[in-house]
């Protein structure tokens, strides 16, 4: 079983709202990822970090920011909260592997739902 | 480019009926290949993995061989339960890029 963990599980808020959505692993993995998940179920990357204060924007053009400062710690913020930022958002992490081919550990993933 | 194509949803099937779900990919060099599946209202959980040609990944009765001839790497299962209703995706990570997911296929079984 992976040991990365996500809060809060489930947020509701009101438009123009400031929210940091938490992302913690304890495996002392080197990469971290957050996908959003839409209701047709695909997922998109939106931010990946390879190491302490390494941040990279995804596939995904998103509205939210990210910070490493500490291996195990990989925080997203949104600075004003919008309903089209409701979604599913999902927080994995990888050591790198041989020849690149890492296997990614998912947490379980925050609803949110702006209002 | 690297992409995956899995089978449209949703499967319905009874308990205990034989489960396959396919899934075929494109990639440069030499991927590995993965299925995640997802329950209701959680994360992705990692089912099986293999990380080279003809290999077999294996857990909780559930199989899938890569196949680099057919570049495929179907999910097989025995004899499916209620609790293997979720969302499976296949996935593949070529050398030092990013992880592709296929489209995810819903699964629903029924008493």
């Known amino acids: 079983e992976a040991d990365i963990y996500q809060t809060p599980r489930y947020l509701v808020i009101g438009t123009g709202k400031k929210i940091t959505l938490e992302c913690s692993q304890t495996?002392?993995?080197?990469?971290m990822y957050w996908y959003q998940q839409d209701p047709g179920m695909e997922l998109h990357l939106i931010h990946y970090?390879?190491?302490?204060?390494?941040?990279e924007k995804g596939d995904l053009s998103s509205e939210s920011t990210v910070s490493r400062i500490r291996t195990e710690h990989f925080p997203l913020t949104l600075e004003s909260a919008r309903p089209s930022h409701t979604s599913q958002y999902l927080c994995?992490?990888?050591?790198?592997?041989?020849?690149?081919?890492?296997?990614?550990?998912f947490g379980p993933g925050t609803r949110l739902t702006v209002l | 480019g690297n992409s995956v194509t899995q089978m449209e949803g949703p499967v319905t099937l009874s308990e205990e009926a034989f489960l396959t779900i396919n899934c075929t990919y494109t990639a440069t060099g030499y991927p590995s290949l993965f299925w995640y599946v997802q329950y209701p209202g959680e994360g992705l959980q990692l089912l099986l993995k293999a990380t080279k040609a003809d290999d077999k990944g294996s857990n909780k009765g559930f199989e899938a061989t890569y196949r680099k001839e057919t570049t495929s790497f179907h999910l097989e299962k025995g004899s499916v339960q209620v609790s293997d209703s979720a969302v499976y995706f296949c996935a593949l990570i070529p050398g030092f890029q990013k992880l592709v997911f296929g489209t995810g296929t819903r699964l629903l079984v029924s008493p």
């Open positions: 970090s390879y190491g302490v204060n390494s941040t």
């Open positions: 994995a992490s990888s050591e790198t592997a041989i020849l690149g081919t890492d296997t990614q550990y």
């Open positions: 495996m002392g993995h080197d990469k």
